[in-house]
């Protein structure tokens, strides 16, 4: 049974930093993304890795913001998320896929909220 797990999200004011975590398990895919959709927005990209050599890619809104990291012996994806702006709040989603920006499979999502 393929499963992904988020956790991390919460609460946080502009500039304060989260960081997610998303776990695998049942399904090894070359990559894993992390997604997000903001109320009444279309889901978008924001961050990807290959599991096998560890290559990273990040949407605009986000370079220089956001960390993507993988550690193969927890079958766990972490994005630290650090400067956080009230536009990044959004329902998180991780996906495993065999493209990068491309999920096959999909996590339940986790919230994460930058207010003031």
């Known amino acids: 049974q393929v499963q992904l797990v988020e956790s991390g999200g919460g609460l946080v004011q502009p500039g304060g930093s989260l960081r997610l975590s998303c776990t695998a398990s049942?399904?090894?895919?070359?990559?894993i993304q992390w997604f997000r959709q903001a109320p009444g927005e279309e889901r978008e990209g924001v961050s990807c890795?290959?599991?096998?050599?560890?290559?990273?890619d990040y949407a605009d809104p986000v370079k220089g913001r956001f960390t993507i990291s993988r550690d193969n012996a927890k079958n766990t994806v972490y994005l630290q998320m650090n400067n956080l702006k009230p536009e990044d709040t959004a329902i998180y989603y991780c996906?495993?896929?065999?493209?990068?920006?491309?999920?096959?499979?999909w996590g339940q999502g986790t919230q994460v909220t930058v207010f003031s």
């Open positions: 996906a495993a896929g065999i493209l990068c920006w491309w999920g096959d499979y």
């Open positions: 049942g399904v090894t895919l070359d990559y």
């Open positions: 890795i290959s599991t096998s050599d560890g290559k990273t």
